[in-house]
């Protein structure tokens, strides 16, 4: 069974830094792997998604993500934080058998801005 | 095109009443999945309906939950007898086919209140 692990629970980081949140699964074949971001009270958006090809995806509101094989990881960065994106960041991978497939997310890492 | 729509966005039950969740899919997408995030939790998997068919629901618990997706009308996910425990958001998302590759759109949620 596929799963996944966000190490962080929180991140506190200043308005116009970098951001980096951190991403490991664990899925026997290839992974098709998800962000997610969900603000209060809010439904979750999807920011980028990788499923094959080039390993560093660009996803909406400049997030990026790279799919490293070798370390099992699918790291969201993003090179200049605003105030708007403190939300909370899921990671997710789809894995499927037989017809049906469903999403393992992770815990989750809730981002706080600081101005 | 309306996003996936779910129905009530709070709801608040007493112990051992009734809850009914409804999800309507976006136009065109067959398949639908619920999760339950349980506070400080990511999503957790609970089934996937097609249409008038239940196709996994290795998620659910084996008492007092059930879903259906009818020919006509939204998918229902219903809580029996609910208790203090139940409460959490449900959330419902749906896609157009089930291909590993394919991504699913998540509604907003319905947070449920057990009082």
């Known amino acids: 069974a596929q799963s996944v692990t966000q190490p962080d629970i929180h991140i506190t980081v200043s308005e116009g830094a970098s951001l980096e949140l951190r991403c490991n699964y664990s899925?026997?074949?290839?992974?098709?792997l998800f962000w997610y971001v969900q603000s209060p009270g809010q439904g979750l958006q999807l920011l980028l998604k990788?499923?094959?090809?080039?390993?560093l995806v660009q996803g909406i509101k400049g997030f990026e993500a790279e799919f490293k094989r070798s370390q099992s990881s699918f790291n969201l960065r993003k090179p200049s934080v605003h105030w708007s994106d403190a939300a909370e960041y899921f990671c997710a991978v789809g894995a499927g058998t037989s017809g049906t497939y469903k999403y393992s997310f992770g815990t989750g890492t809730r981002l706080k801005v600081l101005a | 095109n309306a996003g996936v729509m779910q129905n009530p966005r709070h709801l608040v039950r007493r112990r051992g009443q009734e809850a009914r969740l409804r999800c309507s899919p976006m136009k065109g997408h067959s398949h639908v999945y619920w999760y339950r995030q349980l506070p400080e939790e990511g999503l957790k998997f609970m089934v996937y309906?097609?249409?008038?068919?239940?196709?996994?629901e290795s998620g659910m618990p084996k008492e007092r939950f059930s879903a259906e997706f009818p020919k006509e009308g939204p998918s229902i996910l219903r809580i029996q007898q609910v208790v203090r425990g139940d409460s959490a958001a449900y959330f419902c998302?749906?896609?157009?086919?089930?291909?590993?590759?394919?991504?699913?759109?998540f509604g907003q949620g319905t947070r449920l209140t057990v009082v």
């Open positions: 309906l097609q249409k008038e068919n239940i196709i996994d």
């Open positions: 998302a749906s896609s157009p086919r089930a291909d590993v590759n394919t991504e699913a759109f």
């Open positions: 990788y499923f094959s090809g080039d390993t």
């Open positions: 899925y026997g074949a290839t992974p098709y």
